[in-house]
């Protein structure tokens, strides 16, 4: 038979048994955007069969731009469906789990002790603490990468051999103050770039390449072909990989705000929705519609997009507490 990984297997970072060893393991990516989603099927292609997907949002027309793995068909259905059919079609037996649901602390505990790595997809700081502490609470390597307008960053973070990302960022930013792609921008190439940096590495990992560097945080400018390496140490005093005080898995928020101007409500509890009947109920107040197994509702001049879960992303508002309200008032107390 054909042996498609063939060109791959003669390389010596690679080899025969590498290939095998990269068909057993399993990944998390953490947001099913466009790093995510380029992380996934740069991963898929080089024989990393088992995947699981986590996101929380729908596919919008200007995600396109910047996503390979969606089509105009997929706009406003969710990320993580969306981005797991279409990784099964380019490779029918890889085992994909699926998860429409917000990163918190509950499903980071739950997922990150059966994977063997988990990768960043995702477009806020936030849920990047909650994942460093799990991989740091169950020992799992992660890789941390971000984007921004032309340019982006990303570091392997191993634990116990090298520093996490609290080392790097000690204190999580006030909210408001890092610009977000809805404000800064974001070129179409930059994620598709760093996705294959952060897929590459993560072969590194699961392979236990000599050639990896824990720590070593890789900062590249696309547009202007600048780069620069900066090898992070390990913060003495760190509190999540040296006093191993997992706060950010304690403490959770019920309202996030997303990139650009949404934002995210869980609900007080683990719930299911009925959805179609809370779109009659909303129907004499607004438009309500669901699609998909999502339920979109346009009320008050703005956008709710309302999960089964319970979760309700609100567009065009930048303030929580009248999110919050909202979302008491109209989807559920
Ligand atoms: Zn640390």
């Excluded at 466009?34 to 898929?44: K, Q, V």
């Excluded at 070129?187 to 897929?199: D, E, I, N």
Aim: proline residues 7%; glycine residues 6%; aromatic residues 6%.
């Amino acid at each position: 038979m054909l042996d498609p990984y063939i060109r791959q297997k003669i390389l010596p970072e690679i080899g025969e048994e590498g290939q095998k060893t990269l068909g057993e393991k399993k990944v998390l990516i953490a947001g099913c955007g466009a790093l995510g989603t380029n992380t996934a099927e740069a991963l898929l292609r080089a024989g990393v069969k088992r995947l699981v997907l986590v996101d929380r949002d729908v596919v919008e027309i200007h995600n396109l731009h910047r996503v390979s793995l969606f089509l105009p068909a997929d706009v406003g259905r969710p990320k993580a469906l969306a981005a797991k059919e279409r990784l099964q079609e380019i490779n029918p037996d890889a085992e994909i789990d699926c998860y429409i649901a917000h990163l918190d602390p509950e499903l980071a505990e739950e997922l990150v002790p059966k994977v063997d790595l988990v990768a960043d997809g995702l477009d806020n700081l936030e849920t990047r603490y909650v994942l460093n502490d799990a991989c740091v609470k169950y020992g799992k390597p992660w890789i941390y990468t971000a984007v921004l307008a032309t340019y982006g960053l990303t570091m392997p973070i191993v634990p116990e051999k090298g520093p996490c990302l609290r080392c790097l960022f000690p204190h999580p930013p006030r909210p408001g103050t890092i610009p977000t792609c809805a404000e800064a921008g974001i070129l179409g190439t930059v994620p598709k770039v760093l996705a294959s940096l952060q897929a590459t590495t993560a072969m590194a990992i699961l392979l236990e390449s000599p050639d990896l560097k824990p720590g070593e945080l890789f900062y590249l400018d696309v547009w202007r072909r600048r780069s620069q390496i900066i090898q992070v140490q390990r913060a003495e005093d760190c509190p999540t990989c040296v006093r191993k005080d997992f706060q950010f898995l304690r403490e959770s928020s019920r309202t996030a705000t997303l990139c650009g101007d949404s934002i995210q409500i869980l609900p007080r509890e683990r719930t299911v929705l009925d959805l179609p009947s809370l779109a009659r109920r909303l129907a004499s107040l607004g438009r309500a519609e669901v699609k998909n197994g999502v339920l979109f509702v346009e009320l008050e001049g703005l956008s709710f997009i309302v999960f089964s879960d319970g979760r309700a992303i609100i567009k065009g508002l930048a303030d929580p507490n009248r999110a919050q309200a909202l979302y008491d008032q109209f989807i559920a107390r």
